[in-house]
């Protein structure tokens, strides 16, 4: 699996990166002042947005490729302390770039950005995933989980369809805030398989206000 999604960022397989960034982030993110966790992060201009937002953001990422290309094409100044850790000169964001598995960190991240993570997953990784990012989790972080809804017997991920059950299992605090349909960006596979229902499923933890 690993050496599959490091192929796909160097053959530029990468038709689930979102260049303005995702618009239901936009819409209902309300926290500020957070250290925030970005598990697979690729190379998403949602790491700048939620730092704007008076965040301090740290990606994880198991492409290089993907962690340069997020400063270059962003013009961003970064050191490098340590192997694997890149730190932007000017903002609060750090990536690290190696198996989302074997990272660590002794501080735990107070709120957790997930678009892509969780859905990229095959069934059997999913739960793993979930229990090592609650590791890396304060006990009351706020969570944004999307994930992505549609008929399976149709078509197979990635990205894979998730019931609430599973998402509710892994995060019972998750409350569904969004459901809509979005089968515009929808795989080309999926489309060849003649799926025509395609939704993204917003889900967050201590729902407060809207973002309009």
């Not at 960034?21 to 970005?38: E, F, I, M, P």
């Not at 290309?69 to 190696?98: H, K, Q, W």
């Not at 999307?146 to 059950?165: E, H, K, M, N």
């Amino acid at each position: 699996m690993i050496d599959a999604w490091i192929e796909r960022w160097q053959v530029g397989r990468i038709g689930w990166h979102e260049p303005g960034g995702n618009a239901s982030l936009k819409r209902y993110w309300d926290q500020t002042g957070c250290r925030v966790l970005v598990p697979l992060c690729g190379k998403s201009a949602d790491l700048l947005w939620l730092e704007s937002q008076g965040n301090s953001v740290t990606g994880v990422e198991l492409s290089e490729l993907a962690v340069t290309a997020f400063f270059d094409e962003n013009e961003l100044e970064y050191s490098s302390s340590s192997p694997g850790r890149f730190d932007a000169v000017d903002r609060n964001i750090t990536m690290v770039c190696g198996d989302y598995f074997d990272f660590v960190e002794e501080s735990g991240f107070d709120a957790l950005y997930d678009r892509g993570s969780l859905v990229a997953l095959p069934a059997d990784v999913r739960p793993d995933y979930a229990a090592h990012t609650r590791s890396l989790l304060t006990q009351d972080a706020c969570l944004f989980v999307i994930t992505v809804d549609y008929d399976q017997t149709r078509a197979d991920g990635p990205p894979f369809s998730l019931s609430a059950d599973e998402i509710l299992g892994y995060w019972p605090d998750l409350e569904r805030r969004d459901r809509y349909d979005d089968l515009a960006n929808c795989p080309p596979k999926f489309i060849d398989a003649g799926l025509t229902e395609f939704y993204e499923v917003v889900w967050q933890s201590g729902i407060t206000t809207v973002r309009r």
